[in-house]
């Protein structure tokens, strides 16, 4: 069974900055496409972005030349940074493989971007 745990989220100001991180259990993320996906209150989970076993990155429109997705196969985890975060950003976000896998889902971490 694969566990994901997200954490790094947090409160910061318009244009801030945080890195999420997402640790998994065992090493089976490294061989799978991973993403990060947010939920606003009152709107569906949507994929922020994903990254490859090879390293090949995607990204949502919203999030293109702001955020980066990268791994750590060492550690098994998989990273989103996030910059020039905006108050639209503000939702839980979780990560899990692409396409997501109901088992997989954890308890997210919450980013609030407002001043």
């Known amino acids: 069974q694969v566990r994901l745990v997200e954490s790094g989220g947090d409160y910061v100001q318009p244009g801030g900055s945080l890195r999420l991180s997402c640790a998994a259990s065992g090493s089976y993320i490294n061989i799978v496409v991973m993403g990060w996906y947010r939920q606003a209150p009152g709107k569906q989970r949507e994929l922020v972005a994903r990254i490859t076993s090879g390293g090949v990155t995607n990204y949502a429109d919203f999030v293109k030349g702001r955020f980066t997705i990268s791994r750590d196969r060492a550690k098994n985890t998989v990273f989103l940074q996030m910059n020039s975060l905006k108050p639209e950003d503000t939702a839980v976000y979780y990560c899990?493989?692409?396409?997501?896998?109901?088992?997989?889902w954890g308890q997210g971490t919450q980013v609030t971007v407002s001043s």
């Open positions: 899990n493989t692409d396409p997501s896998h109901s088992a997989f």
